[in-house]
């Protein structure tokens, strides 16, 4: 398929942000919790965090976000496997689920590891390039143009800072759970292709493990890292604040 055929099946997703948060704030905290439990997909980030840990080039003291952090999958699994002690920032733009968030994190322990901030991923309260790692999971595939979202992640990320991008994928299971949470499917190739357009270089797919085989047919998990050629470059023809 072409790629502007590919853009045009975004475009005639429509995503009504206000009814996704509300419904993020109503059922989201328990019954998303419960289902993502029920899938694997809780589970396997542990696995996926152990196998993957070392491309994430984290070191101690590093400045992470998570972007839609929601009840915080991602960054209570990174933070439990992580071999160093780590901080994450994270965003979310449901009262709910950041209530869901915080509740978590209590069970766990992890309070004074996370800090939140109510905000939407489009304009992310953070001023350039202020992060080493940007990850973010099953969240952009709620904004009307993931671009946005995927160019604000760039713009917050400190040159040669790493990118990890997870969503639901264009594929029968991505359908699946997309029809539950009222999400879009994406396309890796688009999305790789939108995170090279922002200024992200060297992107590779992460698989998850071979026995999650069903959440790796649900889900694309992208890693690339900022390119500072590429934002030198860019500054050259036009002032960007973006490196
Ligand atoms: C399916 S949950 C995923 C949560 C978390 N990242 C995880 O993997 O567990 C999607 C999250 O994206 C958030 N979200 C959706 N659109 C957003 C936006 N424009 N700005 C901020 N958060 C948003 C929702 O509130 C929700 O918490």
């Not at 029968?172 to 029809?179: D, I």
């Not at 493990?209 to 694309?220: E, G, L, Q, R």
Request: with cysteine; aromatic share 10%.
């Amino acid at each position: 398929m072409r790629r502007e055929e590919k853009l045009q099946r975004f475009d005639v997703l429509r995503v009504d942000t206000n009814g996704i948060r509300s419904l993020f704030d109503r059922v989201g905290p328990r019954f998303y919790t419960r289902f993502f439990a029920l899938t694997g997909y809780r589970s396997s980030l542990k696995y996926f965090w152990r196998e993957h840990f070392a491309r994430m080039a984290l070191r101690e003291g590093a400045k992470i976000l998570d972007s839609g952090i929601g009840t915080g999958f991602l960054t209570v699994s990174l933070l439990r496997e992580s071999p160093i002690p780590l901080t994450v920032a994270g965003v979310d733009f449901s009262r709910g689920m950041l209530a869901g968030l915080g509740r978590n994190l209590a069970e766990y322990g992890g309070e004074n590891r996370v800090t939140i901030q109510l905000g939407d991923m489009r304009k992310l309260p953070f001023s350039d390039g202020s992060f080493d790692f940007v990850m973010t999971s099953e969240a952009m595939e709620y904004l009307p143009d993931v671009r946005e979202g995927i160019s604000e992640c760039v713009r917050v990320l400190r040159p040669a800072g790493r990118l990890l991008f997870i969503a639901t994928k264009n594929s029968p299971m991505g359908k699946l759970v997309a029809a539950t949470w009222k999400n879009k499917v994406l396309d890796p190739d688009s999305v790789r292709s939108f995170m090279i357009e922002a200024g992200i270089s060297r992107v590779e797919t992460l698989r998850f493990p071979w026995y999650f085989k069903h959440v790796d047919a649900t889900i694309m998990a992208l890693l690339g890292v900022q390119d500072p050629a590429k934002c030198l470059s860019d500054q050259a023809t036009q002032p960007s604040n973006f490196c």
